[in-house]
């Protein structure tokens, strides 16, 4: 009997232990849960812009097994209270696609320091926000390589710039293919226009027919959508006019007439982005880089050129890739 007492004493202390180191035990720690929004000013059936930032979130958001949404076709004055709406809804990652959406975005920033944002930027922030990641575009380095082979691929000594809106990274475009015709010390003249608006084609082909009346056989547009007014431009004209484009391969709109995207991938950066967030940092920097398998290169190979022409262009690219070609970004004014 006294043995029995004694083994229940200690199975009941066992118990006792037990349970009181397993009350004070701390609980365990909750991963954050992770979804992510885009917010895009056009169509995701834009075949441009639009369309690879739509590619980019489904892509990347299934390769980290998140949640993602997006939304399209959001006005300025629109965007405050879509960002918003999809923080209420527990999006921690929101990426506005189109730096139109900035202000907005850095506002709605300060107030919810434990979401993410990502915005577009033309040039390194000298005061970046903690929780803001800054995707630098790059622009100026794709359209150095743009400009070469117009420059080498012109017939009438004349090629031609169509943007939407002056804005400082068309700047920074302009300038980057001015310095590529005085790298390559041929005797070229540029042409440059806006039209007005990124996205219509009626006024994208009156700015197209300007060029070509000025003898331009070479037009580097940095539209959208306004590209549809452009080809007509282009099947319209007297003689061969040739047109190179950004961020997709749109051969098939003008076989006749293309030559090379300066594509973007940005899937790219979106998934270092959204790896580094995960990790815990939630704002920085980082570049766009330009080079083959990066978030930026021209397509090869380049149609309706020589095969010396698409050779020398593509060495030039890969030149500016590894740094052998520093491509100057200036941004601010349209060198004479």
Known sequence: MKKFKVL??????????????????????????????????????????????????????????????????VAVPDVERVIKEYISDGYNIIWVHGNQFNSAALKVADENPDVTFIIEVDSEPTDMKPNVWYFHRNFHRGFYVLGALAALKTETGKIGYLGGLEMPFTHGEINAVKQAIKDLGLNVALEYIYAGDMNDPLKARQAAESLISRGVDVILSSVNLGNYGVYNALAEADRPVYITVKYTDKYAQAPQNYLTADLFDFKVPLREVVGRVIKGEKGGFLMLEYGEGKARYAQFPIRNVSDEINNRVKQIADDVASGKIQVIEKLDVIDP
């Open 8 to 73: 229940l004493v200690s199975f009941l202390f066992v118990v006792f232990v037990l349970g009181f180191s397993t009350s004070c035990k701390q609980p365990e720690e909750t991963k954050p849960v992770f979804k992510l929004a885009t917010v895009m000013p056009g169509s995701i059936q834009d075949a441009d812009y639009n369309t690879i930032g739509y590619i980019a979130t489904q892509e990347i958001g299934d390769e980290f097994g998140i949640e993602k949404a997006y939304s399209e076709k």
